[in-house]
């Protein structure tokens, strides 16, 4: 006849303490559930409020703050547009933005690949130089970019601006790639390279599109990182022509003080605002994508 064994007992004390321990972290998620979507709610209300305010005149802002416009005052564009030269501006941050995105990833691809892929001596120096320069403050280096940038007459200029932007983005930029080259398999280097593939042609044909999610981000990062921008800008460009969309908003910003004109400045925020929201919708997958991949395997 079979005898059952008696079960083995728990400790009273450990069955309390772990009912406890999730006690806690179902109140820690809570917590946390909480206080993102009341994050995710106060960033939608305070982005819908400044878009219905931009098509209101100044009167029905103040008198009716919270309610729809009872007309689309869509002057209030133009006047941002063309009058306070948001369109200039806006002219301005697309040249210099794109072309320093595009040089970036042009210069960090390459780079975040030898790194990981290629052994030589004095690899690992070279890696935590770029790893240390991402804990240097850029205002720390103000007076010196200026100075330096007036010494090679580049000072009040576009281009001088799109090199200060590119230095300054390339060790966040070399070491986030880094990680995803790491995380390729090296057997399709090995196979390409089989196949009688150079090394460039390794690169450029085989890892750079396999590491297309990663460079993207990257891109997309930079991209809303240096639309935003101000203060290297306002130390690098005086000429007013050459002014940046965040200057522009700036000075906007600064006009109100004497013609009251908030709707314009709310339209001149939209202006501002637009492109970096239809870049991340647009593009989100793709950034979520790389994010998860460098997240899983870096």
């Known amino acids: 006849m079979d005898q ?3 079960a083995p007992s728990i400790p009273s004390q450990s069955r309390v303490s772990t009912s406890w321990n999730q006690l806690l972290g179902a109140l820690a998620r809570l917590s946390a559930t909480g ?3 009341l994050w995710t709610a106060f960033t939608i209300f305070a982005f819908l409020w400044i878009i219905v305010s931009s098509f209101k005149d100044n009167q029905e802002l103040f008198t009716s703050a919270w309610s729809l416009p009872s007309t689309l005052h869509f002057e209030n564009y133009q006047k941002a547009w063309s009058v306070v030269r948001m369109g200039d501006y ?3 941050s697309i040249v210099v933005v794109g072309i320093s995105t595009a040089a970036i990833v042009a210069v960090s691809a390459p780079a975040a690949y030898v790194l990981s892929r290629v052994p030589f001596r004095g690899r690992e120096v070279v890696s935590n130089s770029f790893i240390i320069g991402m804990g240097v403050p850029y205002q720390l280096l103000l007076v010196p970019l200026f100075v330096l940038l007036s010494g090679i007459r580049l000072v009040d200029t576009l281009p001088g ?6 230095a300054l983005s390339l060790p966040f930029t070399i070491f986030l790639l880094t990680g995803f080259f790491r995380s390729l398999p090296s057997e399709l280097e090995d196979s390409a390279a089989i196949d009688g593939a150079s090394e460039y042609q390794v690169f450029y044909r085989v890892m750079l599109p396999l590491a297309s999610p990663g460079i993207i981000t990257a891109a997309i990062f930079n991209f809303i ?3 935003n921008e101000y203060m290297l800008a306002l130390v690098m460009i005086n000429d007013q022509d050459k002014r940046t969309l965040s200057l522009g908003l700036y000075g906007l910003q600064g006009s109100m003080q004497y013609t009251s004109d908030w709707v314009g400045l709310f339209a001149g925020v939209v202006i501002v605002m637009v492109p ?3 870049l991340f919708i647009v593009m989100s997958e793709r950034v979520i994508e790389g994010i998860t991949l ?3 395997k870096g």
């Open 35 to 37: 206080i993102l979507l």
């Open 294 to 296: 460098g997240a899983t």
């Open 161 to 166: 601006l799109m090199v200060v932007y590119v």
């Open 90 to 92: 806006f002219l301005n």
């Open 4 to 6: 059952k064994l008696p």
């Open 276 to 278: 970096t929201l239809i």
């Open 225 to 227: 990182g240096l639309w």
